[in-house]
């Protein structure tokens, strides 16, 4: 396969380390070319002939009756439309995948315990990338979700290990949006409309509907390195990824739209005397197909719109802090999806990196708390901070909605006595039998303080409350 590409003019360069070049600005309306000219003059998007005999193919993200603010749809210029393939067909091999998590599914469950995870080895998973040589496709593993692919409702939580880069072949998600978070090994994302480079510390998302590979990047004279890569992904259905707004923080904090990375137009040619065909798999409602077609489907000169995929480094979050008190986990967060119900979001995608914690006076561990939110944590590097998990980076823990969490009695004690001097929290991205065996209810050893307060309230004239039997209120 022959590469081809030409000067463009976008907002970042290419350097050493990153080979590819960026538009930037999230939710933009983009425009790039790879060739000057590649995209029809302004005003119209279907011309008659498109210039260097291009073909124009239109991608809808969203439906035609779409809001001006939610409409999303991409025009690409390209060698060879991506109708020209074969049929598809249903792929026989049995991957971990799945896309409906309702009570009529067999292969899920549903449990109020909490779990923990760790990273995908070859004694855990068939589909380890230390058992057999496997792709980013054969290493994706389900490990929850809640709703139906189907109904355009819900979303899927998967981990990744593979070994082996794509070699001719493309994967495409008609299921929902995929956001994939690399825990180990930078990831060469190739798609139709250009290359993203993302390491660890930096998140992808892709589209559904756009087809892409992905490899291992190696630098320059790096030959002999170990190829492996793994991390997380995060799957919604019938919706997409948006900011969050930020309400009464004003123009300044989290996540700033400048700094989500757009690829620019970006080719490759099938040599004349290429005449091996191309896989595409496509997942659709859990499952696998794959057609062939004997051309690239990496052959977009030109492009322009707002649906499209992008880039963004974790570490270039804004953090907030609080001078008493602790702020929820909504100000960590990086990205939502919205949901079906009235101004209530199917999924918030948090990121706890480095921060200084300044509230005095304050309870700084997790507190004690119950949710309506189900909670999933995975670690990108560093130790984590918890004391009731074992979870390492890698790995991945489960708290069900509703059911009550916190730290251990030992680590509530010993942040109660502890100094609320300013502290730098470097940032790192399980319930064991008997952990709460140590709890004790210091509130017993306070009854007769209680019975002073209420004796004071009484001669306030403030009703007292009825006694128990023992006379204890």
């Known amino acids: 396969m022959a590469f081809q590409q030409f000067p463009t003019w976008p907002e970042t360069a290419a350097d050493s380390e990153d080979p590819y070049r960026y538009q930037v600005g999230f939710g933009n309306h983009h425009s790039t070319e790879a060739i000057p000219g590649a995209l029809p003059p302004h005003g ?50 049995i991957l971990h995948l799945e896309s409906c998590f309702l009570p009529t599914n067999s292969n899920v469950a549903f449990t109020p315990l909490p779990y923990t995870w760790g990273p995908l080895k070859s004694n855990e998973s068939s589909n380890s990338a230390t058992n057999r040589r496997v792709t980013f496709v054969q290493g994706l593993r389900t490990m929850g979700g809640h709703g139906d692919a189907t109904l355009k409702e819900g979303l899927a939580v ?108 970006r080719f490759d040619l099938d040599p004349d005397e290429d005449t091996s065909s ?66 209530a979001s199917l999924v918030d995608f948090c990121v706890f990196g480095d921060k200084w914690a300044v509230s005095r006076n304050t309870l700084r561990i997790p507190y004690y708390h119950r949710n309506i939110a189900t909670e999933l944590c995975g670690v990108i590097h560093g130790q984590y901070k918890g004391s009731v998990r074992p979870l390492e980076a890698g790995g991945l823990s489960f708290e069900q909605s509703y059911m009550p969490h916190g730290e251990t009695y030992e680590a509530y004690t010993q942040a109660s006595e502890a100094a609320n001097d300013p502290t ?50």
Request: with cysteine.
């Open 44 to 93: 119209t998007n279907l011309p008659q002939k498109s210039r260097y005999g291009l073909y124009a193919e239109l991608l809808n993200g969203t439906s035609f009756m779409s809001t001006k603010s939610t409409a999303a749809n991409v025009w690409m210029y390209r060698g060879k439309p991506a109708a020209a393939r074969h049929p598809p067909s249903q792929v026989e091999e």
């Open 158 to 265: 998967h981990q990744y290990e593979f070994n082996m880069n794509m070699e001719r072949e493309a994967f495409v998600n008609h299921d929902g949006e995929l956001l994939v978070v690399p825990q180990q090994g930078t990831l060469n994302v190739k798609t139709e409309l250009g290359s993203l480079l993302v390491k660890p510390g930096s998140i992808v998302v892709l589209p559904a509907g756009i087809r892409f590979s992905v490899e291992i990047f190696r630098p320059a004279g790096d030959q002999w390195s170990e190829i492996k890569a793994s991390g997380y992904a995060l799957e919604v259905f019938g919706t997409r990824y948006a900011l969050p707004d930020l309400g009464v923080l004003g123009a300044n904090g989290l996540a700033h739209d400048r700094d989500f990375e757009y690829p620019v137009a």
């Open 278 to 343: 191309f896989c595409v798999t496509v997942k659709l409602a859990g499952r696998l197909f794959s057609y062939t077609q004997p051309h690239t489907p990496f052959d977009v000169v030109a492009w322009h719109g707002k649906y499209a995929p992008y880039r963004y480094d974790l570490s270039r979050f804004c953090h907030l802090t609080a001078n008493t008190d602790q702020l929820d986990p909504t100000s960590y967060c990086v990205l939502t999806a919205p949901s079906k119900w009235p101004a």
């Open 424 to 473: 730098k929290l470097e940032g790192s991205l399980f319930e064991r039998p008997g952990i709460w065996a140590s709890v004790q209810n210091h509130f017993v050893h306070h009854l007769k303080h209680a019975d002073v307060s209420w004796s004071d309230a009484t001669d306030q004239h403030i009703p007292t409350p009825p006694k128990s039997p023992n006379g204890r209120v």
